[in-house]
């Protein structure tokens, strides 16, 4: 039946084989012969010893059936014939054909694809040979046809048609099918296949831009079509933040076959956070739908508080950004502080009270002018309000957009303080002045009107955007003459200008700091009749300190201030140091006038070692012969302890002069105690303490200079100097030189900073009675002791003795002094490490400060430097002023070259005499006193 289907044409024939032959064949219909019309022929035709009959037909109605074939055998042995019926290839004796219709092989199926793909339907016929096949395509409800693209397969005997749909979009989305036409010479079959959906995936409707206002509703919709329910939402874009989504309310319904999915959002209250950018997608968000623009009308700029002085024009003002639309309604409000409902401010064009303005550019401003605003009775709380409808063409709902409120406030309030801690004179205040404005001002200080640039420059001013405040601050100290100023701060602000004052107070004295070394001042209020008028100040010495008193008066511990004067009525005593007294100690100073460096660095170390040498030493304090040091007996016997060095100052002359201050310490071991013993001028004790203020006069009789600073007890004396000071300043040695009292004596003093003696006027002038009369017959009196102008022209002659003596008795002097140098110290390995030159020329430079009995002997020994004597080669001028007066040039020449050589020979003797222990020698003053 296929074949027969896809066969249009049958051809059957039949062969006889015979030995004679066959004839007659025919082909029989149901039992009946065929017969030739316009849809048939036969043909028959005869070969050797056989016959072929041919019967073709178109299968139709008319020709279906059961065909035989059947023939005559002619036998040529036989006379009678036999009648043979034809066989099939299957050894059937008939053939059985049936009219069935071609049919649409497969079908074609239904499609959906993403909007602007392809779609591609197919559908397989018969291939009938004989008739003209055509294929054609066609959509549902649409004349047009498409014709497709036909391949034949399945070993020829099928057409396959595929018709593919380029770019689909909802136009093109629908139901297709094809036609198959069978179109022959006697008839036509028409076949056609099922309808198949095209549908598209893609979004139907596209969200709209949509427009709305703060506090109104917006709405997006969006449809999907599909083969099938989804659900949509809807995202907003968040720039590099990731979207936002939220459902859509959906509904569904048919749609040309296809299932159209609609999804609805509404904002229900608007802000301005909901403008952007929004879209439609599939909950997978494997498809998303164009974007469209949320915008929504709102105030860029709300009204804000208004900040005017009384009967001045408040201004408000709002704006929003521009919106093309009509019939809007623009409506101020107004309420007082204290109304809860807003009244409606009418726009009367000819009103005096109030005034609409608005202004269209970029932006929409919107703007009310109240005149003469008086801040007792005008409403002071404004709003606007903008009434916006519906429009269609901009997908708005409408809506009513509100300001904020804002207020008219009274600007120019000022406020003045100042605050202060106390009223004292050079107390510190604080100037406070505060204005109410909308913005900072600029303040000015006036002061009895006089305008204070000084304080303005260090003050302080802030504003407070809070409470519209610009506070100035300044401080400054009170003085006396500010009280009952006037103090006055002006303020500048929107080219205003408002001014407050106030009365500066009532300024008191202050009382003066008082301050006590070594003890501590404390302060109390002083009241009268139950006010502060002043402070009481009370002093309290430390442990170990008492209030100082004079004789006979009374210490000052207390004292009252009032702040009227700002003076205390008595000045507190000072704290002394109250230490036990030692009476046993006493003290003689030497002071050197010129020579402090003796007392300072390394020097210092070698005075000292000097001064505080060993008994045996012969020289520093313990050579100088105090009566106590050489009494036997306890009632009036000293005896050295230790020596100090420091740097003194004395006055000569009304002028201050530094110099080395050497002081020996001495223990006395008599009785010092009680009182009524240091009061008695004959006690051994005040004997005693009257010898130790003359140490000038035992330190002269001890050898001066040359012995107090000659440690070296084996040195033998210089002839030419030793017999002229054991002479009394000739060449006598039977002289003998003593101390005598000097003309001058007050009390001993120390300048180490170590505890003196107390001395009484009592004292001073028993010491005075006792320095008047003779202290020993062995001492010298004061007539006896040589004039200054004496010991001058004894030092000259003796000066010329020693420069007319022979070189020998030349070596035997003072040779240190002429060569600038201590030869002895070269070749002496005991003596001290002092500086020798330093040492001498105190010696040698001093001897008329020695030898002067006017010498101030109260604090020790004086020494006036002669500064034309302090360099070293004194002795060598003085030599050749001798030589230039009596010889030659060549004598002199002569005698230099000889000390040269003799003093190398005094070098050799001298190193012998050391190696052998002989006695050394020792310097003697050139004077006396």
Request: with cysteine; glycine share 6%; aromatic share 8%.
């Amino acid at each position: 039946i296929f074949l027969l289907r896809r066969t249009d044409r049958v051809k059957q024939w039949y062969q006889r084989r015979v030995r004679g032959g066959i004839e007659n064949v025919q082909i029989f219909k149901d039992g009946s012969p065929v017969s030739e019309d316009d849809d048939s022929r036969t043909r028959t035709r005869t070969y050797y010893q056989e016959q072929k009959t041919n019967h073709t037909f178109f299968i139709s109605d008319s020709t279906t059936g059961v065909y035989t074939c059947s023939g005559t055998a002619v036998n040529i042995g036989d006379e009678c014939d036999i009648t043979v019926t034809g066989l099939t290839t299957n050894d059937e004796n008939q053939i059985e054909i049936t009219a069935t219709p071609p049919t649409i092989i497969t079908q074609p199926q239904p499609v959906a694809v993403v909007q602007g793909d392809i779609a591609t339907l197919s559908c397989v016929v018969p291939k009938i040979e004989g008739p003209y096949t055509k294929i054609i395509w066609s959509m549902e409800g649409s004349t047009r046809i498409k014709y497709p693209r036909n391949e034949p397969q399945n070993d020829n005997t099928e057409w396959k048609s595929e018709l593919k749909i380029m770019n689909v979009q909802f136009n093109k989305a629908g139901r297709y099918r094809c036609t198959v036409t069978y179109n022959s010479y006697y008839e036509t079959e028409v076949v056609d296949s099922n309808y198949v959906t095209v549908s598209i995936l893609a979004f139907l409707n596209q969200p709209l831009d949509t427009l709305g206002v703060v506090g109104g509703q917006a709405r997006f919709v969006c449809a999907f079509l599909g083969n099938a329910n989804v659900n949509l939402v809807l995202g907003k874009y968040n720039g590099v933040a990731a979207d936002t989504t939220s459902s859509m309310v959906m509904t569904y319904s048919d749609e040309n076959g296809q299932i159209k999915s609609e999804g609805v959002k509404t904002f229900s209250n608007l802000v301005e956070d909901n403008e952007g950018e929004y879209y439609c997608a599939l909950e997978d968000d494997t498809q998303r739908s164009e974007d469209a623009t949320l915008d929504v009308i709102s105030f860029t700029e709300q009204p804000s508080d208004e900040w005017i002085l009384e009967g001045q024009i408040a201004v408000f003002t709002a704006k929003t950004e521009r919106f093309n639309l009509e019939n809007y309604q623009v409506t101020w409000q107004k309420k007082s502080s204290l109304a809860s409902t807003w009244e409606d401010v009418p726009n009367l064009a000819d009103s005096r009270s109030y005034r609409y303005q608005e202004v269209m550019s970029r932006q929409m401003t919107f703007l009310v002018d109240i005149f003469s605003f008086n801040h007792e009775t005008d409403d002071p709380i404004w709003r606007v309000k903008l009434d916006i409808p519906a429009n269609d063409e901009v997908n708005l709902m409408g809506g009513t957009l509100v300001s904020e409120e804002a207020e008219v406030k009274k600007a120019g309030d000022m406020t003045i303080t100042l605050n202060k801690d106390s009223t004292l004179e050079r107390s510190t205040f604080t100037l406070t002045c505060t204005v109410t404005t909308n913005e900072e001002a600029r303040y000015r200080i006036l002061v009895n009107n006089r305008r204070k640039r000084d304080w303005e420059a260090k003050s302080t001013v802030t504003f407070d955007p809070d409470t519209h405040t610009t506070t100035l601050q300044m401080e400054e100290q009170a003085q006396f003459w500010f009280t009952g100023y006037k103090m006055e701060c002006l303020a500048l602000f929107n080219s205003q200008e408002v001014s407050t004052s106030t009365t500066f107070y009532t300024v008191t004295k202050n009382c003066p700091t008082i301050a006590r070394s070594n003890g501590q001042i404390d302060t109390s209020d002083y009241s009268e009749d139950g006010v502060v008028v002043g402070k009481t100040i009370s002093l309290t010495c430390n442990e170990n300190y008492i209030p100082y008193v004079e004789v006979g008066e009374t210490a000052v511990t207390s004292a009252t201030c009032l702040y009227s004067t700002g003076e205390y009525d008595q000045e507190l005593s000072s704290c002394s140091l109250v230490r036990s007294i030692d009476y046993s100690e006493m003290r003689s100073t030497l002071f050197f006038k010129g020579y402090s460096y003796l007392c300072e660095g390394s020097i210092k170390d070698s005075v000292l070692s000097i001064i505080n040498a060993d008994e045996g030493r012969d020289c520093g304090f313990r050579i100088l012969e105090f009566p106590c040091t050489q009494s036997t007996d306890d009632a009036t016997r000293c005896e050295f302890q230790s020596a100090t060095c420091t740097v003194g100052t004395r006055i000569y002359d009304g002028v201050p002069h530094l110099g080395a201050s050497l002081t020996g310490l001495y223990k006395f071991y008599g009785v010092t105690e009680p009182e009524s013993i240091r009061l008695d001028e004959t006690s051994p004790y005040n004997i005693t303490r009257e010898e130790f203020t003359k140490g000038s006069a035992y330190f002269a009789a001890a050898g001066g200079s040359a012995s107090f600073f000659r440690c070296n007890a084996e040195r033998r004396r210089r002839e030419a100097v030793g017999v002229w000071v054991e002479g009394g300043g000739s060449s006598d040695p039977s002289s003998s030189t003593t101390p005598t009292t000097p003309t001058h004596s007050t009390t001993a003093t120390e300048s180490t900073g170590e505890t003196t003696h107390k001395t009484t006027q009592k004292h001073q002038t028993q010491g005075s009675t006792q320095n008047k009369s003779t202290m020993d017959a062995t001492k010298l009196s004061s007539e006896e002791q040589p004039s200054q102008e004496t010991v001058n022209l004894e030092l000259e002659s003796h000066l010329e003795t020693i420069a007319e003596s022979n070189i020998e008795s030349i070596m035997d002097s003072n040779m240190e002094s002429i060569v600038d140098s201590n030869l002895e110290s070269i070749v002496d390995s005991n003596l001290e490490p002092i500086a020798v030159s330093d040492i001498e020329s105190i010696m040698d430079s001093n001897m008329e400060s020695i030898v002067n009995p006017n010498m101030e002997s109260t604090v020790g020994y004086n020494v006036d430097i002669d500064e034309s004597r302090k360099n070293d080669d004194f002795w060598i001028k003085e030599l050749l002023d001798k030589f230039s007066k009596e010889g030659t040039f060549i004598i002199l020449i002569s005698l230099l070259i000889a000390i040269l050589l003799l003093l190398i020979l005094k070098v050799v003797i001298v190193a012998k005499q050391k190696n052998k222990n002989q006695s050394s020698y020792s310097y003697s003053p050139l004077g006396k006193s």
